[in-house]
């Protein structure tokens, strides 16, 4: 009895709502995207530390999640995530034109999110082909991912002498 | 009617259990565990990019925040974060020593996690008496500030010639 009342309290516990978690990944990515509009636009293509991508690969590859994955958290049809230059976002050329994908996607994932049926957030995907658990989980890493990446951009803005935006600072 | 429906559909849908935040947490903690290990005795202490605080001063902010903060999620009781030097946490003086502390603070947030309220996570809460916000939130903040920080000791790592370990791993 005391194992089903817990059963029960843990399956009505709200942590986070749909909507709530949607907020949280646009707020981070608002954050990214004006991290990406503090780099120099000549640095955004080249500067590198200790042999790490530029940061103009690592949000390639932040746009090549973040497109096909919200896509295929709501219909759960994935194909491979593409790798170097096989992407076709790695084509942009400018800051301009990455700035721009990066808004088609935002948009993207606001008119499809409230299409991933209830039942997904708790069912095991693979997402990408190849990555195995709870489709909540591939969205934390989505956003992990992002987190993880934008941080070493922070890291290249104060080598370039340049302050990044605030991390607390999610408004958009 | 159909309001009614997708109100209630909104809420009982199961995004993440606290169990699944949890182990998501401690996941993290594991690989920023490992990325302390990773550092050299002294670069831990004393190695900057860009004017940046070392990894260790860093390690102690995260400490500062988990520790305080999980009590603080379970009882509501909250003392601001303390600033630089006055931290206890910063006495440390080995990267033995902040591995000690990083492991009672794990422990520590296992055994306090069963312990949070159902409710809590929904409930606007003001942590370290400053940051208001329901208390998912405040939680996804601590995690985020340490993927954030983590990313920077990457760089650091890499900087230095040291491969870091890998960012999806994540076991414990």
Chains 1, 2 share one sequence.
Do not use: C
């Amino acid at each position: 009895m005391s194992n089903l009342l817990n059963t029960t309290a843990a399956a009505t516990t709200v942590v986070i709502t749909p909507e709530e978690l949607l907020r949280h990944w646009q707020g981070h990515r608002s954050l990214t995207r004006r991290v990406i509009e503090a780099f120099p636009e000549n640095e955004f293509f080249s500067y590198s530390i200790g042999g790490m991508r530029p940061f103009y690969e690592m949000v390639i590859e932040l746009i090549d999640i973040a497109g096909p994955g919200i896509h295929g958290i709501v219909t759960n049809e994935w194909s491979r995530l593409p790798e170097g230059d096989h992407s076709v976002n790695s084509f942009a050329k400018t800051k301009k034109e990455v700035l721009h994908r990066w808004d088609e996607i935002t948009a993207q994932i606001n008119s499809l999110w409230p299409l991933i049926p209830p039942q997904r957030f708790q069912e095991v995907i693979k997402s990408f082909e190849q990555y195995e658990g709870p489709a909540y989980s591939s969205l934390l890493y989505f956003i992990d991912n992002e987190i993880h990446h934008r941080a070493q951009g922070y890291v290249y803005l104060r080598s370039l002498g340049i302050q990044p935006p605030f991390f607390w600072d999610r408004e958009f």
